[in-house]
């Protein structure tokens, strides 16, 4: 529930405070939520020491003490935002990216796991587009 708390808290301030413009590698969200716990964990106990974690108060805090954030958690706060971000992206953009290689090369295959399967054992017959979808999307 801490780690939670605190991926909300970090994506909520990212996004009104810290996010940058440079394309991060994807995280998954247990990885990315490690990554703030550890890099965030001590300003978050410093800065909002006492707050519950739900509604937004960590966030919010962090915000209102974004001044004193060490340069850590920043850019923790930053990386992180971004690769969530990207995977989104590419969850959502799977289907259309990779439309013309689910036809050619799994056109038979019904479900889209089996798909998404499909895709994948035949890496290297599918387009560079639709692999690094996949790759981005956090499916391989």
């Keep these: 529930m801490f780690k939670r708390g605190i991926l909300t808290a970090a994506l909520t301030l990212a996004t009104l405070t810290f996010a940058g413009n440079a394309p991060a590698q994807t995280l998954s969200y247990a990885d990315a939520v490690t990554k703030l716990a550890a890099d965030c964990g001590t300003d978050i106990q410093k800065l909002c020491k006492g707050l519950n974690l739900g509604s937004g108060r960590i966030a919010d805090c ?3 003490n974004a001044a ?4 850590t958690c920043k850019g923790s706060l930053t990386s992180v935002f971004q690769s969530i971000t990207q995977r989104e992206h590419a969850q959502t953009a799977y289907e259309r990216v ?13 479900g889209d796991g089996f798909v998404l399967a499909c895709l994948v054992k035949k890496e290297k017959r599918v387009s560079k587009e639709c692999n690094q979808v996949i790759t981005d999307a956090g499916w391989r």
């Design 62 to 64: 962090l915000q209102q």
């Design 68 to 71: 004193k954030v060490s340069p």
């Design 98 to 110: 990779c439309q013309r290689d689910m036809s050619k090369s799994c056109s038979g295959i019904k």
